[in-house]
């Protein structure tokens, strides 16, 4: 079988001084892209890469390739991520991972906590504001600090700091203002102050599954105070521990795994996701955001993780997501 690789890599970008420094973080590295085919190739197939943005529209137009492989971000509005699986539709294309629709929804985090919310899932309340306008306090409508600020329509911690959470009006007014430069939407949401949580969830219909989960838990500071930041992200290995199957209540997991499985349904995902929480003081969880391209590099991201721990190898692991998308295709393998 012949397979494309979608894919945005840092190095192809150049940094501009009008953008902020950490507009790329959702883009891959190289070693990434290498490490998945090397699997598939492993598996007998032949694989061609078929890039991201204007490169992918020529290459793709190019190259025969019976499916897609699709880990793109896409960049510069907020239904990038499904810039590339819309093509591939048009082109009658099969690919990985979740349709154009489920992309553009759960990049924007306020409208999948909407759509979360609508059907019963518990999540923390939230509301969004605007940078552009002048902030009116009375629109908090009654939610208590402390508050966390996070952009509306990005992942991997784009414009999440250690700062994020905020105490009061004044810490509000200024982070708001900070945010402003990225020119969108501001998620305020109550902070939840337990544990963090995140959940791989593999498959489709009837042979969805949990993988496993795993808590990110801070290394130097209370998990009262912990929010996965864009600095803790890049300082993984010192700030923080990955403990698979964490120590948790028993009820608290069957309700995560109850919880993830109805997300991944209600949003529409596909092949894979991640999804995560976090949990109050009395093991509660609340849904926070769902990732339907999670990161896929074989030694940090929080899948390969999550599955490892589990026993499933990493080449399980990409090789289980091709054939959730050949079965949903009825492809024969």
């Known amino acids: 079988m012949r397979i494309g690789i979608a894919f945005d890599l840092k190095d192809e970008y150049k940094f501009s001084s009008d953008l902020p420094e950490d507009i790329y973080e959702e883009f891959d590295i190289e070693d990434t892209i290498i490490s998945i085919e090397n699997v598939l190739k492993s598996l ?3 694989v061609v890469r078929l890039y991201g943005g204007k490169k992918f529209l020529e290459n793709i137009l190019r190259e025969r390739v019976d ?10 509005t907020r239904s990038r991520e499904a810039h590339i699986p819309s ?12 349709d154009p629709l489920t992309l553009a929804l759960t990049l924007d985090k306020t409208m999948t906590k909407r759509v979360v919310q609508s059907a019963g899932i518990r999540t923390p309340e939230f509301l969004e504001i605007d940078p552009s306008l002048q902030f009116q306090p009375e629109i908090l409508n009654g939610m208590r600090f402390p508050l ?5 329509r990005e992942g991997s911690s784009i414009g999440l700091r250690r700062n994020s959470k905020v105490k009061n009006l004044e810490e509000l007014n200024s982070k708001i203002k900070e945010l402003s ?5 501001i998620l305020v949401e109550r902070f939840i102050s337990g544990k963090e949580i995140t959940v791989g969830v593999i498959g489709n219909g009837k042979k969805t599954r949990v993988i496993g989960m795993m808590e ?5 500071i209370p998990k009262e105070d912990f929010i996965y930041s864009l600095e803790v992200k890049r300082n993984w290995r010192e700030e923080v521990s990955y403990i698979v199957n964490p120590e948790i209540p028993d009820r608290t997991k069957k309700e995560i795994e109850e919880m993830s499985l109805r997300i991944y349904e209600i949003l529409g995902c596909r092949d894979i996701s991640r999804i995560d929480f976090r949990l109050d003081s009395d093991f509660t969880p609340y ?5 339907p391209l999670p990161g896929l590099n074989p030694e940090y991201s929080d899948l390969p993780m999550i599955s490892r721990g589990y026993g499933m190898s990493y080449e399980n692991l990409i090789e289980e997501i091709l054939n959730s998308a050949l ?3 009825e492809i024969k393998r």
């Open 87 to 98: 093509i591939l539709e048009i082109l009658g294309i099969p690919f990985t991972s979740s």
């Open 181 to 185: 430069i990225y020119k969108q939407p």
């Open 216 to 220: 990110i838990a801070p290394k130097n």
């Open 287 to 291: 849904f926070l955001e769902v990732n």
């Open 327 to 329: 079965e949903r295709y």
């Open 148 to 152: 966390i600020l996070k952009l509306s």
């Open 44 to 46: 007998g197939h032949e």
């Open 67 to 76: 499916i897609v492989f699709n880990i793109a971000e896409g960049f510069g």
